[in-house]
C-alpha cells in the first residue's frame, strides 16, 4: 500500500503556495516549482488540504478497500467517532439503521473505546512510575506525530496506551472473532495512518463514509 497519507494532484497545483504558508510544521516542499509535501516531516493535520484553493492536495481514500469487505463473507462493523452528531444531519437511530442497510452487520460509536482508554490513563497515572510525572494523551495521532517528529524529549511523556480507535477495534475483535473486518469512520485524516499502523482493516473520513452510503443507497441489486 502506498505509504503516502496526503498527496499533490500536480495538474491542479499553481503555485500559489498557500500550503507553504498555512502548515503549521513547514513540511511542503516544492519540486520543479509545484508543491509536494514532505512525508518525513508532515503530522497529517490536514491544514493543506482545507487551504488549497484548487483543492490539488488529496488524501487516502480507502472506499474501494471498504467496498471489497462488504461484498466478502466475513462481518463488516464500522466504529463511528461521537462526532458524527455534528457531521451528519439524520438522527443517530436512522442514521445507524441507514449503515446498516448499506451493508456493515453493525455499527457502535467508538466512545466505547474512550472508556477502556480513560481506563488505562488511570490506572498508568495512579501508578508508581507516573507519580509526579506530566503524561501527554495519546488519543490524537497529530499530537502523537508532532512529538515524536519535533519534541523528541517528550517522547517519555507519551502515555502508553491505546487511543480509543484502537481499543475499540480490538474489543469488538475479541466479542466478534478475529475474523470480522472493523472500519473506523472520524473527522481525522491522521486516523488513516493510526488505522494502518495498529492494524485497524480500514478507516474512512466522515466524507468518505458519506460517499459510500450515497454509493451503496443507490446500488441495483444483486
Known amino acids: 500500500m502506498n505509504s503516502s497519507f496526503i498527496t499533490t494532484h500536480q495538474a491542479e497545483c499553481m503555485d500559489c503556495y498557500s500550503c507553504l504558508r498555512n502548515c503549521p510544521v513547514k513540511s511542503i516542499g516544492f519540486v520543479t516549482g509545484q508543491a509536494k509535501v514532505e512525508q518525513d516531516r508532515c503530522i497529517l493535520c490536514g491544514r ?3 487551504e488549497c484553493p484548487q483543492k490539488a492536495k488529496v488524501y487516502r481514500n480507502e472506499i474501494d478497500q471498504v467496498r471489497e469487505m462488504l461484498y466478502g ?3 463488516v462493523i464500522l466504529s463511528v467517532a461521537p462526532s458524527y452528531l455534528g457531521s451528519f444531519d439524520l438522527p443517530p437511530a436512522e442514521l445507524f439503521a441507514r449503515i446498516c442497510r448499506a451493508g ?3 455499527v457502535e460509536e467508538t466512545a466505547i473505546g474512550a472508556t477502556l482508554t480513560t481506563r488505562e490513563y488511570r490506572r498508568l497515572l495512579m501508578s508508581p512510575e507516573w507519580q509526579g510525572k506530566t503524561g501527554l494523551s495519546t488519543c490524537c495521532p ?3 506525530n508532532r512529538v515524536e517528529k ?3 524529549k517528550l517522547k517519555e511523556n507519551l502515555l502508553p496506551a491505546l487511543s480509543p480507535m484502537v481499543s475499540h477495534a480490538r474489543l469488538i475483535k475479541s466479542q466478534r472473532g478475529e475474523n470480522c473486518k472493523v472500519v473506523f469512520a472520524g473527522p481525522c485524516i491522521a486516523k488513516l495512518e493510526e488505522a494502518e ?3 485497524v482493516d480500514a ?3 466522515f466524507g468518505q463514509l458519506k460517499m459510500l452510503l450515497l454509493e451503496r443507497s443507490t446500488r441495483p441489486a444483486r
Request: charged residues 20%; proline residues 10%.
Open 203 to 205: 478507516a474512512l473520513t
Open 142 to 144: 497529530v499530537i502523537v
Open 48 to 50: 493543506c488540504v482545507v
Open 150 to 152: 519535533y519534541y523528541p
Open 73 to 75: 463473507d466475513e462481518p
Open 197 to 199: 499502523k495498529f492494524g
Open 104 to 106: 456493515f452487520a453493525d
